[in-house]
């Protein structure tokens, strides 16, 4: 299935002179002041088009990035954001931002990006299942939006901010997925992403040794869906005091907005899924009474993958006919 998305880590057109205003970084040097920024740089292997592209020399456990700025200027590119000062005279004409740390900068960047935007985002975290919701509801929206999305498994402390960094004008959804393995990391993901709609996907040992606890694991993920408008989860999941709104789906007698009622296999690796409104009332919706899809796929965690993707599309108001339609062409991420 073929669906609109951007192109690779590209986004509106900056000055140089916005990304030191963005950044509150202090100039070290700027010897061409019109030149523009559309692509973001963080990997020196990775160079497409220098003359709109922008360095982050960050550090590394093995590689600091500061060290690929001579080859990157030999390359063509010209413009850089530092944290150690360099020789200027050996790029004479480069265009150099010097931050205390650049992972901020970078991070920092994409949040006033971000800010300029007012269209629906959804974000995704859990310990599993969060790439394949993301590629999953890309195929099932294309042909209500215009789409954005994390590229791959963008949804770390580096990916997220370059995947935020694709949102366009013309884009009327957003999809980004978030990723955490320790304590505060989600706080800075949240600022980036500014999710309106949450899926929390599951809670599972991924990760498990960066937190003192599940608990402590499962508050920390929390903390994207702070400011969302509403959070998808399963009955069960959160507690029931979580202060976002959330549309709740069941497999089980627990309440639920949306309850399943039946999941029967088919032939040839299919299953068909029967829901009905539970007992919970969703304002500003109007679900069904009842409905039902076909997935091309039988196997639990898809199911539950899929049934994610259900709610969403409920949420957005698409049509039953539509929404069994969509489903049952869904395709192997």
Known sequence: MLFKTVSYLRAVSYLFSDIQT??????LQKTQPAARVEQLLFDSRSVTAPAVSLFFALPGKHRDGHRFIPELYDRGVRQFVVSQHPDLRAFP????LLVENTLDALQQLAEAHRARF???VIGITGSNG????KEWLAQLLSPDFDL?????????QIGVPLSVWQMQERNTLAIFEAGISQPGEMER?????RPTIGIFTNLGPAHREGFASDEEKKQEKMRLFKRADILICE???LPDETPTPRFIWSKNDRPAHWKITAIAPLADGKCRIQAEK???NLPGHQLPASAQITLPFSDPASIENALHCWAVLLLLDVTEAEVEKRMLRLEPI
């Open 22 to 27: 963005m950044t509150g970084a202090h100039c």
């Open 93 to 96: 004409e480069g265009n150099f």
């Open 130 to 133: 969060k790439t394949v919701v």
């Open 148 to 156: 954005v999305r994390s590229p791959k498994s963008f949804n770390s």
């Open 189 to 193: 993901l949240e600022k980036i992403i």
């Open 118 to 120: 007012h269209i629906p």
């Open 235 to 237: 009955a069960g999941l």
């Open 278 to 280: 539970g007992s919970l």
